[in-house]
């Protein structure tokens, strides 16, 4: 099974800063990897995703992630945050080709709370 | 408008009542999925669907019993509910072919007391 770690619960930061919010994955094999936002009382909404190709992926909002193999990190950025950025954001990862056993699963982070001050 | 629809939005229940939770899509998605997600702990899947009739456990499937008879459909079902399980519980959808994300349902909000 997979696992994937957020390193901050929480981010604050203030508005037009830039944001790098961290996630790393436990398998160094193949992966499909996604960023999803949640906000308040709301369901998750995918962000962005990786499957194969440049490593540099760009989602909605301005947001982009960088697939990094070695590190086996996805970190997600932002070069200016608005206020309505505030949100939680989960980090997500599914198996690649080939490993037809666990085709159904996608395993989330803990996430990462954005907040965006003034 | 493709989406996954809950139902109830916000349910209160007793220990031990049996309840189902709904969960309908109009995507035509082969895989469905159940995740329960609690302050701290992220999301953690369920319960899955590759297909009609074909399910299987996720990371916490005790006290869950999920079924698949139509495409469409995929509830889940608490047979005797605990407070253990008082969460914030999402559906959701996906196609067949690898490297797609799933969409989500807006959630259901069960206490069990």
């Known amino acids: 099974a997979q696992s994937v770690t957020q390193l901050d619960s929480q981010v604050p930061v203030f508005e037009e800063a830039p944001v790098e919010l961290r996630c790393n994955y436990s398998?160094?094999?193949?992966?499909?990897l996604f960023w999803y936002v949640q906000y308040p009382n709301q369901g998750l909404q995918l962000l962005l995703k990786y499957l194969s190709g440049s490593t540099l992926v760009k989602g909605i909002n301005g947001f982009e992630a960088e697939f990094n193999k070695s590190q086996t990190s996805f970190h997600l950025r932002k070069p200016s945050v608005h206020i309505s950025d505030t949100a939680e954001y989960f980090c997500a990862v599914s198996d690649g080709p080939g490993r037809g056993s666990t085709l159904g699963r996608l395993y989330f982070g803990r996430g990462t709370q954005l907040t965006v001050w003034p | 408008e493709a989406q996954v629809t809950q139902n109830p939005r916000y349910l209160i229940t007793v220990t031990g009542k049996k309840l189902t939770v709904t969960c309908s899509q109009n995507?035509?998605?082969?895989?469905m999925s159940w995740y329960r997600q609690d302050p701290g702990l992220g999301l953690r899947q369920i319960y899955y669907s590759m297909n009609v009739e074909v399910t299987d456990k996720g990371d916490v499937p005790e006290g869950y019993k999920v079924s698949r008879k139509e495409k469409r459909n995929f509830p889940l079902i608490l047979e005797s509910p605990s407070p253990n399980q008082t969460s914030l519980y999402f559906c959701?959808?996906?196609?067949?072919?690898?490297?797609?994300?799933?969409?989500f349902g807006s959630g259901t909000r069960l206490t069990v007391v």
């Open positions: 959701a959808s996906r196609r067949r072919e690898q490297g797609y994300g799933y969409t």
């Open positions: 995507m035509n998605h082969e895989y």
């Open positions: 398998s160094s094999v193949s992966v499909y």
